[in-house]
């Protein structure tokens, strides 16, 4: 069975590390949202394709969203002596990260490419794709009427300012590599990420939506009991869908997408496909594996 | 009087230290080599400028010639775990300065922008200019008939390849701020800094050794009793100029430009110009300004 995982951050970076764990070799594509890339200190930063990587190197720590476990803030030290923006913080050794994407971007590569240089260099072996290779910059509207860049929103301003709209930008062509792992798929993973801003930038890239339509599709709720275990989904479900919290307001945004949901043990709702009702939250490695099973076999059912 | 000094890596810094701490404010202009500029994790690294700048800002390392002192190393240290270029060491608190310089040049904003932004955050408030803003590199041709880019040659080949030639690149244009400083100087003085791969580039640019003709021009040597302090230049005033190293060779490559020579106890030789011979070792800042003084005295003579 040929499985594609479209992700965001750490929700998605999870599940995909669960799945990389129980699924044979040359079953798994992960297909990570780009939306929130962004330059900072002249650097090609791609928050969610850095969660995702780290995560299957066993890198991540466990105490928060982003970096390298156990890195040390040299570079930032310096950059902050030097009056230099530090709101973004890099560690040392993520910071290499960032110096090797940008280098090979400059040097004509691909952000594929790009990525799948980085997953070397780091002992990464499932593929890892980038959801496109052009620009698609998300921004935020706020209420005040403001703009702001996705990353600025959120770690800047720390997602404070109310949400009116998530600005989906550019309209990148979907890369072949991405094409060809949907068109594999015999499976569709919606993985546990913020739905505005980290799965419908892939999914509106042109073909992508088409693939979940004809493919076997389950999704992993982000919300749990009315709350999202990261991250500032539940104050965006309600802003910008107007809806509370919950499971279903979530599977009411994918509407005509799933064949399939699965949801934390008590957030079942009358959906008209089959739901999993079983404890997704995977903090820890074990409970990834577990999950993971449980999602492949809930969904071998269905396909 | 306004002096401007020509000047390249580490004894060009010293002496233009020296300098900094006896002229007035707003009577000194170092005009940097920049053909050992080159390109390293993607990041433009200006060998010359960095060791002219840190040490006027006091962060020098007496031990050796180049980077801050007391830096970390933790960005290398990541960069060998990856299997990453390591020959040239970047500390993390000069990564800062290389990063700062790459994205102003990204940004449309010229070399000499960029030094200036760098100095002002480094608290340097001498002008430090680039001596170009286009890319002049020097490549080494040796024995063998390769040609090494300048840094790889001295760098990472430890300057052990012997030398036939020292090829100096680009032709870029002379920059207004250098003209500007050498229209207005009393004074040139050429530090004592290698002559083929860090003086030569700099004169060669348009306008420059016009300049040096014109106006008072004093050299000091950078061979002492027979050996430069550092790096390779005793080896390639052999290997190119087929002449002992010596300061008498120095002056004979000079030939034409020079209107006094200092050089070390014992250094004189029958020179057609005033000869200042003092001990001209300035390892320390207070030889530095004990040596600055002289040297200003006896080329105030000659003005």
Redesign the interface.
């Known amino acids: 069975m040929s499985v594609v995982a479209l992700a965001g951050g750490v929700g998605g970076a999870r599940l995909v590390d669960g799945l990389d764990r129980v699924l044979p070799p040359g079953s798994l594509t992960a297909i990570v949202n780009t939306g929130d890339d962004f330059e900072h200190?002249?650097?090609h930063i791609s928050p969610d394709l850095d969660t995702v990587m780290y995560t299957l190197a066993g890198l991540s720590p466990e105490d928060r969203g982003w970096g390298i476990d156990g890195d040390?803030f040299?570079?930032l030290?310096?950059?902050r002596c030097?009056?230099?923006d530090d709101w973004f913080q890099l560690g040392?050794?993520d910071?290499?990260t960032h110096?090797?994407r940008?280098?090979a971007l400059?040097l004509g590569q691909s952000l594929t490419q790009a990525t799948a240089k980085l997953c070397d260099?780091?002992g990464v072996e499932r593929p890892i794709l980038p959801m496109s290779d052009a620009p698609c910059p998300t921004s935020i509207l706020t209420k005040n009427g403001e703009e702001l860049a996705f990353q600025e929103w959120l770690v800047k301003e720390r997602a404070a300012p109310s949400v009116s709209e998530a600005r989906l930008g550019g309209m990148g062509e979907t890369t072949a590599a991405v094409l060809a792992a949907l068109k594999a798929a015999d499976l569709i993973l919606i993985c546990p990420s913020n739905p505005y801003v980290s799965i419908d930038p892939i999914l509106r890239l042109a073909g992508v939506s088409e693939a979940v339509r004809r493919t076997p599709t389950v999704a992993v709720s982000p919300i749990l009991n009315g709350n999202a275990v990261k991250g500032p989904l539940a104050g965006m479900i309600l802003e910008i869908g107007g809806r509370p919290p919950s499971a279903e307001s979530v599977a009411i945004h994918y509407n005509g997408l799933l064949d399939g949901f699965a949801v934390q043990h008590g957030d079942s709702f009358g959906a008209a496909y089959p739901t999993l009702e079983t404890n997704i939250l995977i903090q820890t490695r074990q409970d990834r594996i577990r999950f993971a099973l449980e999602l492949i076999e809930f969904a071998r059912d269905l396909t």
């Open positions: 200190w002249g650097l040390t040299e570079v030290r310096e950059v030097r009056g230099i040392d050794r910071l290499v110096l090797v940008t280098q400059a260099s780091l």
